[in-house]
């Protein structure tokens, strides 16, 4: 097992994953995820993270292998709850994170790249959620995810047929925010994530937050909410800036 690394360049955090042949997560490999992620968010100087892996495959899920070492229900609900508290924390995350997905992006891979902000992919990858055809269901939060994400209907498909879909198709669906050649992937998303780093940190961690409540917050509180955040976001020091840049016709310097 080869656990994933972390290269910084440029206010941007790139998370490899290398665990041939098929780029399996594991509890350990989720537990390194979490150890990066506080990191990253330590660290000022980061902006933007994509994730992406070498070989084959985004990954094709769980590592079947650790189901089989499991303590019946018990180990498995804690697995589950350890990767869908890891999960849960790269969508809260106060940074953008970036999915870039070839190969395969399958079950608790698929799951992984659900809970990133945004979502890149390759024309023929596939992405979808097999478990039933092990007689399981999705552990790491794809049940709920995905019906947010690509509407119930999309969902219940994909979930029940436990097949999987195309780059393009899941682009259609609203599944991935664009499709590219993988020869350009990697490039492409360190091209939005220098977009996003551009931007004032403290705005950006406002929106995200903004952004993930208004799915479970009644409309009037997420209003409220949003002027509380842009009154606080209005005092900060990039805001200042933002508007003088503006005024003098000057590209901004956000700190």
Same mark, same amino acid.
């Given at each position: ?13 790139? &998370? ?7 780029? !399996? ?22 902006? !933007? ?16 292998? =650790? ?17 869908? =508290? ?14 870039? &997905? ?10 992984? !790249? ?47 047929? @436990? =097949? ?5 198709? @899941?682009? @259609? ?28 940190? !403290? ?53």
């Amino acid at each position: 097992m080869v656990l994933p690394k972390m290269d910084v360049n440029n206010e941007i955090a790139i &998370i490899t994953f290398n665990n041939p042949p098929a780029n !399996a997560l594991n509890s350990k490999i989720v537990g390194e995820i979490d150890q990066l992620l506080n990191k990253i968010e330590s660290d000022s100087n980061i902006r !933007a993270v994509i994730l992406h892996s070498e070989g084959r495959f985004f990954s094709a899920g769980a590592d079947i292998k =650790e189901f089989t070492e499991l303590d019946g229900k018990s180990g498995a609900e804690e697995l589950g709850r350890k990767g869908q =508290e890891v999960f849960k924390r790269i969508e809260t995350f106060s940074k953008p994170v970036i999915a870039a &997905i070839h190969g395969a992006a399958l079950g608790g891979g698929l799951e992984l !790249a659900l809970s990133c902000h945004i979502r890149l992919s390759t024309k023929d990858a596939k992405l979808g959620l097999p478990e039933l055809q092990l007689g399981l269901i999705p552990g790491y939060g794809g049940t709920q995810r995905l019906p947010r994400i690509v509407g119930q209907a999309h969902a219940v498909e994909m979930i029940l047929s @436990a =097949e999987p879909i195309n780059g393009e198709t @899941a682009h @259609a669906i609203g599944l991935v925010t664009k499709v590219v050649d993988e020869a350009n992937l990697v490039d492409e998303a360190i091209q939005l994530a220098q977009k996003l780093a551009s931007k004032s940190p !403290a705005s950006t961690k406002a929106a995200l937050q903004l952004i993930h409540q208004a799915i479970a917050l009644p409309e009037d509180e997420g209003f409220l909410n949003e002027r509380q955040a842009f009154s606080e976001v209005f005092e900060t020091a990039d805001a200042k800036e933002g508007i003088q840049a503006f005024i003098e016709k000057r590209k901004p310097n956000f700190s």
